[in-house]
């Protein structure tokens, strides 16, 4: 399964990126995550169905000091996949 997050709230400045990495290498999941400039956070998440539902769920909170307003999640379909979980520069 493949899915790209774009978090809002207060994600930035707060250790998400670092966490979101953390949290997907535990699951097994391969992706990246990086900040945007508009002050959200966003993730490409592939791997198995059911890490990435929990990865999903586990980003709607985040690490302590965040504060996730929402979520907007795109299905994609990617023909290269990631390898590992990584973060990518600012968008």
Request: charge should be negative.
């Amino acid at each position: 399964m493949q899915a790209r997050l774009t978090i809002n709230g207060r994600v930035q400045g707060v250790g998400y990126r670092d966490w979101a990495m953390t949290t997907g290498r535990q699951l097994g999941l391969a992706g990246w995550v990086r900040n945007r400039s508009d002050g959200s956070v966003e993730a490409l998440i592939v791997g198995e169905e059911t890490a990435v539902g929990t990865m999903i769920e586990a980003c709607r909170k985040g690490p302590a000091m965040a504060r996730v307003d929402a979520i907007d999640i795109e299905p994609v379909d990617l023909d290269v996949l990631p390898s590992g979980f990584t973060q990518l520069p600012t968008a």
